[in-house]
Antibody, heavy 121, light 107 residues
Framework: EMQLVESGGGLVQPGRSLKLSCAASGFTFDDYAMHWVRQVPGKGLEWVSGISWNSGSIGYADSVKGRFTISRDNAKNSLYLQMNSLRAEDTALYYC??????????????WGQGTLVTVSS | EIVLTQSPGTLSLSPGERATLSCRASQSVSSSNLAWYQQKPGQAPRLLISGAYSRATGIPDRFSGSGSGTDFTLTISRLEPEDFAVYYCQQYGSSPLTFGGGTKVEI
């Protein structure tokens, strides 16, 4: 069974940094692109960032470009999101999600259960 | 950026009824690159449909997708109690990937 488990969320002050991790299992991790998608509790979904199987292609939403960095370690079956200069509007549940192909962004299946990031003083 | 507008915001129906959910794009979605997800309270979204009409593995055939260009529809032929949830469309025809605001199907 494919599984994605996020970690690293928590309460952080505005302007500080946080690094999220996603541990993948049940599939060949380096065969797929991966993504981060966020959701403000009670609100809709927003794609944050995606990374191809070999890290050769990376994309970001304009709202996080220049502040967030996505990366992956295929040897560890892990996906990461380094979040710097955090703002109150970054407060959300952050999901890790698997793409259907190695590169080129498609649809997401499956999703992890999410890790909550709260940016507040 | 392609903006997806879902309507209605809330759909109030009873079990056994038919649900028709709309997703309209601000510009044409290339090659019908549109997916639908279901999200229940406290759970992550679950893929229902990709490529506008292809059901994901394990999704019952009461769920069907249709449409092309700028207008897409998710139809649930006969609502089961477990179908009451929020449904999102997502386009992957161009970057950035974008989602609609969601339609809540409630009893």
């Amino acid at each position: 069974e494919m599984q994605l488990v996020e970690s690293g969320g928590g309460l952080v002050q505005p302007g500080r940094s946080l690094k999220l991790s996603c541990a993948a299992s049940g599939f060949t991790f380096d065969d797929y692109a991966m993504h981060w998608v966020r959701q403000v509790p009670g609100k809709g979904l927003e794609w944050v960032s995606g990374i191809s199987w070999n890290s050769g292609s990376i994309g970001y939403a304009d709202s996080v470009k220049g502040r967030f960095t996505i990366s992956r370690d295929n040897a560890k079956n892990s996906l990461y999101l380094q979040m710097n200069s955090l703002r109150a509007e970054d407060t959300a549940l952050y999901y890790c999600a698997k793409d259907m192909y190695r590169s080129g962004w498609r649809w997401f299946d499956p999703w992890g259960q999410g890790t909550l990031v709260t940016v507040s003083s | 950026e392609i903006v997806l507008t879902q309507s209605p915001g809330t759909l109030s129906l009873s079990p056994g009824e038919r649900a028709t959910l709309s997703c309209r794009a601000s510009q044409s979605v290339s090659s019908s690159n549109l997916a639908w997800y279901q999200q229940k309270p406290g759970q992550a979204p679950r893929l229902l449909i990709s490529g506008a009409y292809s059901r994901a593995t394990g999704i019952p055939d009461r769920f069907s997708g249709s449409g092309s260009g700028t207008d897409f529809t998710l139809t649930i032929s006969r609502l089961e109690p477990e179908d009451f949830a929020v449904y999102y469309c997502q386009q992957y025809g161009s970057s950035p990937l974008t989602f609609g605001g969601g339609t809540k199907v409630e009893i």
